[in-house]
């Protein structure tokens, strides 16, 4: 069986209006995600969380090797 891990893509950024918090919830998980499976490196579960200096995406069981 291959080994999977959680892969995690933080970004920093200036103070997010709160609306702008919503749109990257939505998108932000569907993004990466969209790029992982692009790539061969499907994930199981994808969540992204939101703070106003701070988006990050949490990609887990991500194949550990291409």
């Given at each position: 069986?291959?080994?999977?891990?959680?892969?995690l893509?933080?970004?920093?950024?200036?103070?997010?209006?709160?609306?702008?918090?919503a749109?990257?919830?939505?998108?932000?998980?569907?993004?990466?995600?969209?790029?992982?499976?692009?790539?061969?490196?499907?994930?199981?579960?994808v969540?992204a969380?939101?703070a106003?200096?701070?988006?990050?995406?949490?990609?887990?069981?991500?194949?550990?090797?291409?």
């Amino acid at each position: 069986m291959r080994e999977r891990a959680t892969l995690l893509v933080e970004l920093g950024c200036e103070e997010i209006p709160a609306n702008a918090c919503a749109v990257a919830v939505r998108d932000a998980a569907a993004i990466l995600e969209r790029l992982l499976v692009e790539r061969r490196l499907a994930p199981t579960a994808v969540r992204a969380l939101v703070a106003p200096r701070r988006i990050a995406v949490l990609a887990e069981g991500v194949p550990g090797r291409q």
